[in-house]
């Protein structure tokens, strides 16, 4: 079936350097995307989304690019704080109606002092 | 804005009872909530979606009888284990989208312990 998933489980990043965490996709069909923060224990957080007519869009200190030729999400963190270490999800919705997200299999952001 | 809530936040239960756990939109009117089940260090499975005064629908493999889900009103959502076991334990997470909108904004989630 379809799905969409994550290059690296794992990203390890010296503090103040810039992150950038990954997603494929395969539904063509899917028009919005949107990247999820999770924190041990929590609930999904929403950082930013993009819809299928744009390239590229910002937010605070991050950014998502997509690629439709190759169906494939990114999420750009600029100077990477402690406090971005989590757990990060990209999701895509189905496009039929029902709003259902798929979601990636995660990657899991580590912040070294 | 944009703010969901669930209780309880954890709960610990017999194997044999019924636990419920309810979804809060606290400052929007939410059409549609999800329920997602999500093991450790796995990614979120979705279990139905509701929609306020009719039927949830399930994914695939999820049994409508032993996961009952109410949507009584545009901002509760509830989803009772019914029977609970030890396979149940797991951590649940709901989200809401309100009328039109894509976005949808999740809860803190609720630890359920099956003893």
């Known amino acids: 079936g379809e799905s969409v998933g994550l290059h690296l489980p794992t990203l390890s990043v010296q503090e103040g350097d810039n992150s950038i965490i990954n997603c494929a996709y395969s539904n063509s069909a899917s028009d919005y995307f949107i990247w999820y923060k999770q924190e041990s224990g929590k609930g999904p957080q929403f950082i930013i989304d993009i819809r299928s007519n744009m390239d590229k869009r910002q937010g605070q200190r991050v950014t998502v690019l997509l690629n439709k030729t190759v169906k494939h999400l990114s999420l750009q963190i600029a100077a990477t704080q402690p406090g971005d270490s989590a757990v990060y999800f990209c999701?895509?919705?189905?496009?039929?109606?029902?709003?259902?997200?798929?979601f990636g299999t995660g990657t899991r952001l580590k912040v070294l002092a | 804005g944009a703010v969901v809530s669930q209780h309880p936040s954890r709960v610990i239960c017999k194997s044999g009872t019924s636990v419920k756990i309810e979804c809060r939109s606290l400052?929007?009117?939410?059409?549609?909530m999800f329920w997602y089940r999500q093991f450790p260090k796995k990614s979120l499975m979705l279990m139905a979606t509701?929609?306020?005064?009719?039927?949830?629908?399930?994914e695939q493999g999820v049994e409508k009888d032993k996961f009952l889900i109410n949507h009584a009103s545009l901002t509760l959502s509830t989803l009772t284990v019914t029977s609970a076991h030890p396979e149940d334990s797991s951590f649940y997470i709901c989200?809401?989208?309100?009328?039109?909108?894509?976005?949808?904004?999740f809860g803190p989630g609720t630890r359920l312990l099956v003893l």
């Open positions: 509701s929609n306020e005064g009719s039927k949830a629908t399930y």
């Open positions: 999701a895509e919705n189905e496009s039929s109606g029902t709003y259902k997200y798929i």
């Open positions: 400052d929007f009117q939410a059409t549609t």
């Open positions: 989200s809401a989208e309100s009328g039109g909108e894509e976005t949808q904004y």
